[in-house]
């Protein structure tokens, strides 16, 4: 959750760096606060949230975009290279939507499902109530926080089907899908244009719940996750903070909500 931070920005440049699912929200954060603040310049990069860790560790960055929690070994290299352990934040909620081609029969899968059709169990899409086709799997490198997220949480921790094809972010998994009638993908909820997003069900028995705000807020969507910014504790940069408390407010959320992503509780929220 991070400590205490100051009010003020003062002039300087930041850069942010890590998660592909992150990067449209990091630069409307940063092109929203540039205009507040024309002195601060914040320059936003992507290629994923273990780019973004390297970044820190290496001291190329000043802010780490994650769309998952850092490793006991990424935690170990900064502590290497700076001495201390980095500062979390939570900045956001994200709901991993699945993606289907918008002609696809099939409306909702079990978590279950999923995980028999991305590890290469289930290959037809028959075999889940859709025509008799085969599935083909679109996944995300695994340099990817959504890769990380995706395998741990709904694959238990086992592998992708070796027939998956690897895209280099979420709206490239969504534009394969969006051109494959049998084609199947993952991603962040923001990304939801060009193909549908399926009713995930945490078991048989259990209702198909879409992954929108007000399921994302409750928990009741079965895929979704926090998604973070990291910072090195000892860099002495007043904006940083500054701009920290900004994006953690009621005026930094709504650009959460403006993008697609889920805004954080009001009571974890800094001062407007």
Known sequence: ?????????????????????????????????????????????????????????????????ASRPIKPKEVSACIKAFGKRPTEYKVALDGLSVYVNNESAIGELTLDQLDGIFTG???????????????????????????????????????????????????????AVAKDKNGIGYGGAAYGEGAKHLKVKKDETSPGVEPIADNIANQSYPIWRYLYIYVNPDLDKAEIGAYLKWIRSDEGQKVVEQVGYFPLPKNWRSGS
């Open 121 to 175: 169990k289930i290959r037809n899409w028959k075999e889940v109530g859709g025509g008799d086709a085969p599935i083909t799997i679109y996944s995300r490198e695994n340099s990817s926080g959504t890769y990380e997220f995706f395998k741990e949480h709904v694959l238990k921790g086992k592998d992708f089907a070796a027939s998956a094809q690897t895209m280099p972010g979420t709206a490239a998994v969504l534009q």
């Open 1 to 65: 959750m991070g400590g205490s931070l100051p009010f003020s920005a003062s002039a300087g440049n930041i850069t942010a760096k890590g998660s592909d699912t992150m990067v449209i929200l990091a630069q409307k954060w940063a092109e929203l606060y540039m205009q507040k603040n024309p002195d601060n310049k914040i320059q936003v990069t992507g290629g994923g949230s273990g780019t973004g860790f390297a970044a820190l560790q290496n001291k190329t960055t000043d802010l780490a975009n």
